[in-house]
């Protein structure tokens, strides 16, 4: 039996952030996108999964996550696997500047996190490393990317790329962000 919080209940966590994060490999790149769902209407173009349907809409339209950032693709993957869910409170300078250098003993299921930018008060950009030569990001696109046409246009989406940048400037595990809140 596990407890919240406990290491097993950790790398249960772990383990499907990963699958989650790998789940949403080719969804289109979003300035702001926290994997937030949304509809296709035929009629009125992208809903958020609130909207009611329309007098022509007769049908159960199907459900997409709208797109992610690179902070967006990390805290949704948390949420889904069953973290706490940061997508309103945390941004990437946050989630670095609360939570300290990694310490302890590392365990297969404890991805890291690589935190780029110009300095350590000026994140800008958040991957998951996967190993010294390959990251899963959110990338390719910028503060101007809010759709998908603009995102597709200019191929950014969540992709795995190529390893550690030379920008970074410290990195973080993920089991620190599930003590977050």
Excluded at 92 to 106: H, L, N, R, V
């Amino acid at each position: 039996m596990t407890r919240e919080g406990t290491t097993m209940d950790k790398a249960a966590i772990g383990v499907k952030f990963m699958d989650y994060a790998c789940m949403a490999v080719g969804r289109p790149y979003i300035w702001g996108g926290n994997g937030d769902l949304v509809w296709v209407s035929p009629e009125r173009g992208l809903q958020p999964i609130s909207a009611e349907l329309g007098p022509n809409e007769q049908f159960d339209p199907p459900r997409y996550p709208l797109g992610f950032d690179c902070v967006g693709l990390v805290k949704w993957a948390l949420k889904m696997a069953g973290g706490p869910d940061l997508r309103a409170t945390h941004n990437a300078q946050t989630i670095f500047s609360q939570t300290g250098t990694p310490t302890g003993d590392e365990r297969p299921w404890d991805w890291w996190l690589a935190f780029y930018g110009k300095d350590r008060e000026n994140i800008t950009h958040i991957a998951v490393v996967l190993n010294l030569l390959m990251v899963l990001e959110a990338a390719g696109g910028g503060s101007t990317t809010k759709t998908w046409e603009e995102a597709r246009r200019i191929n950014a989406k969540v992709r795995v790329g190529r390893g550690l940048r030379n920008d970074r400037v410290g990195e973080r595990r993920l089991s620190q962000l599930m003590d977050l809140k």
